[in-house]
């Protein structure tokens, strides 16, 4: 009953959290003036995040659950390296976590970000172990959807500046409580307590990849670089004011040099 139930908690909280996602999408596209974060209705902006959140949820539910079913890293580093590609633009320009959320969890998300970017480095690095594999998904990839619902619910404790100055402990128990899910996260995580989350037995065969396979991976994370690359390019091009027309001169008026 315990591991059904945290399996519950936790499946609610992923789905909250791309609800949330979604939600954005949609303000971005029909109720710009609704959005938490102005930045996205930019309509080069809400395009990137909507690749961003595709791509994160293609991760998380299809490509990560079957690249560890079937031990191929080849799918699951494809996969990694497709989430980072459409994730650095978006932490680059649309990161309002200090002006949204406060200064506290600003810097947690930064340290945070640091740490994560760290581990998968030394994971990427030494032996090949799935019970690492799982846990880079189930919690550090996760925890992009596991927090959202409950921060952004949190973050209306303290919206508004007259909010924030009647409630200056807001912030605190925001931190605290994305922490908190943080920590318990890798704790049911690290003790297999998810129930449709698990480590491959070790009878299952590490998947060898064909040739095709490969072109296919290598293939799509250049197309993605190239389709981010271009979209960000149109974005910061869009914040470049247009040149202000000169002014028109009527015909047989004197020049404005002369």
């Given at each position: 009953?315990?591991?059904?139930?945290?399996?519950?908690?936790?499946?609610?909280?992923?789905?909250?959290?791309?609800?949330?996602?979604?939600?954005?999408?949609?303000?971005?596209?029909?109720?710009?003036?609704?959005?938490?974060?102005p930045?996205?209705?930019?309509?080069?902006?809400?395009?990137?995040?909507?690749?961003?959140?595709?791509?994160?949820?293609?991760?998380?539910?299809?490509?990560?659950p079957?690249?560890?079913?079937?031990k191929?890293?080849?799918?699951?580093?494809g996969?990694?390296?497709?989430?980072?590609?459409?994730?650095?633009?978006?932490?680059?320009?649309?990161?309002?976590n200090?002006?949204?959320?406060?200064?506290?969890?600003?810097?947690?998300?930064?340290?945070?970000?640091?740490?994560?970017?760290?581990?998968?480095?030394?994971?990427?690095?030494?032996?090949?172990?799935?019970?690492?594999?799982?846990?880079?998904?189930?919690?550090?990839?996760?925890?992009?959807?596991?927090?959202v619902?409950?921060?952004?619910?949190?973050?209306?404790?303290?919206?508004?500046?007259?909010?924030k100055?009647?409630?200056?402990?807001?912030?605190?128990?925001?931190?605290?409580?994305?922490?908190?899910?943080?920590?318990?996260?890798?704790?049911?995580?690290?003790?297999?307590?998810?129930?449709?989350?698990?480590?491959?037995?070790?009878?299952?065969?590490?998947?060898?990849?064909?040739?095709?396979?490969?072109?296919?991976?290598?293939?799509?994370?250049?197309?993605?670089?190239?389709?981010?690359?271009?979209?960000?390019?149109?974005?910061?091009?869009?914040?470049?004011?247009?040149?202000?027309?000169?002014?028109?001169?009527?015909?047989?008026?004197?020049?404005?040099?002369?």
């Amino acid at each position: 009953m315990g591991s059904l139930l945290i399996t519950i908690v936790y499946t609610g909280l992923l789905a909250w959290g791309f609800f949330v996602g979604a939600r954005q999408i949609y303000q971005g596209y029909r109720q710009p003036e609704g959005l938490l974060n102005p930045l996205f209705s930019n309509r080069w902006a809400i395009h990137m995040f909507s690749v961003h959140i595709f791509i994160a949820s293609a991760m998380l539910f299809v490509i990560g659950p079957l690249a560890i079913a079937n031990k191929s890293t080849l799918w699951f580093w494809g996969g990694v390296i497709a989430l980072l590609t459409t994730s650095i633009p978006i932490g680059a320009y649309f990161n309002r976590n200090p002006q949204t959320f406060g200064k506290l969890i600003g810097r947690w998300v930064v340290v945070r970000n640091f740490f994560e970017y760290s581990v998968f480095t030394v994971v990427a690095a030494v032996a090949v172990n799935w019970s690492n594999y799982y846990l880079l998904l189930w919690w550090l990839i996760a925890y992009r959807y596991l927090d959202v619902g409950p921060r952004r619910f949190l973050q209306k404790l303290y919206d508004t500046p007259e909010k924030k100055a009647a409630r200056p402990w807001a912030p605190i128990l925001n931190w605290v409580v994305i922490v908190t899910i943080y920590v318990l996260a890798y704790l049911v995580v690290d003790n297999e307590l998810i129930r449709y989350a698990e480590v491959p037995a070790d009878s299952v065969a590490t998947h060898i990849p064909a040739d095709w396979e490969v072109g296919v991976v290598v293939g799509f994370n250049f197309a993605l670089l190239l389709a981010t690359w271009t979209l960000t390019k149109r974005y910061t091009q869009s914040l470049i004011p247009a040149p202000t027309p000169a002014p028109r001169v009527a015909a047989g008026s004197p020049s404005p040099t002369k």
